[in-house]
């Protein structure tokens, strides 16, 4: 069993909690995830490790409720436990020897973002940071991208903070006015990682994407989290959960991951509402 040591509201829909998991805290890098049951019935769920502190022996985890399994997490308080905490899983986010980089994050992406930026900033290279949110109301971690980022651009859909437009625009701006990154990393919804590396393209700036598909038991074996991958004129499967998270960007067949990742859309909504019911009344 794993005790909740903090649990915070970052957004109406997003929640931040530590989790007391040392042997994790000791060993997590920038790039991996944590997976997770919230008790013995539950399902297995993949959060990225959101930030760690070895002294305490907490790993910080930032998830936002949109099906049965984090509605059942986020009803978990302070000082309570969930069953199991498992990781590091996959690869850490290769940042050696990177000086220049621009992180391109979305959403909820932004928790995956922050702790590689602060990896970045921590071993003295210029960090770039672009975060997007569709309102005012849904924006996250504007602070923690302050302190570790040398710039930083908010967007919002509708204007209602920061600059009005999606995250490549100040991308756009920044590769014609002559920036020269020497990588950009971006996180969050496929469609706007599409369109960052769309970006990129003409300027020919490496991109690393970090994917988050269907995951079940995070070790390669079930095939759930499968990626196809076009190199050298040929179509390569790869597995987020060992392989990844983070792959080249250009290499990636977005459309075939937009596709698998709806593919249990109307199960997952039709189990949060079940689980909405349950929690009815219940605080």
């Known amino acids: 069993m794993y005790k909740i040591v903090t649990k915070k509201s970052l957004n109406p829909t997003v929640t ?163 920036e020269k990154f020497d990588m950009i990393i971006t996180i969050g919804p496929l469609i706007m990682m599409k369109f960052v590396v769309a970006a990129a393209k003409p300027f020919g700036v490496p991109v690393t994407a970090s994917m988050n598909p269907i995951m079940i038991d995070g070790t390669g074996m079930c095939g759930g989290c499968r990626l196809t991958l076009n190199q050298d004129g040929k179509k390569v499967t790869k597995f987020a959960c060992v392989d990844g998270p983070d792959f080249n960007g250009y290499e990636i067949d977005f459309d075939e991951a937009m596709s698998r990742g709806r593919t249990y859309f109307d199960f997952e909504r039709k189990a949060h509402e079940k689980a909405c019911n349950l929690f009815k009344g219940v605080d």
């Open 16 to 178: 931040q909690m530590e989790i007391e998991a040392p042997l994790v805290a000791n060993k997590a890098k920038a790039g991996q995830f944590i997976i997770l049951r919230v008790d013995e019935e539950g399902e297995r769920i993949p959060l990225t490790v959101a930030g760690t502190d070895k002294q305490n022996g907490t790993v910080k985890i930032i998830f936002q409720i949109v099906g049965a399994t984090t509605e059942k997490l986020n009803h978990k308080n302070q000082g309570e436990y969930i069953q199991d905490f498992v990781g590091p899983l996959g690869v850490a986010t290769h940042i050696e020897g990177l000086k220049n980089v621009c992180g391109v994050g979305g959403g909820v992406g932004c928790a995956i973002a922050m702790p590689v930026a602060q990896a970045l900033h921590a071993q003295g290279a210029k960090v770039t940071s672009i975060i997007g949110f569709r309102n005012k109301d849904l924006l996250i971690l504007e602070d923690e991208f302050k302190a570790c980022s040398d710039k930083l651009v908010v967007m919002t859909d509708d204007g209602s903070y920061g600059r009005h437009g999606n995250v490549t625009v100040p991308l756009k701006e920044m590769l014609e006015a002559g």
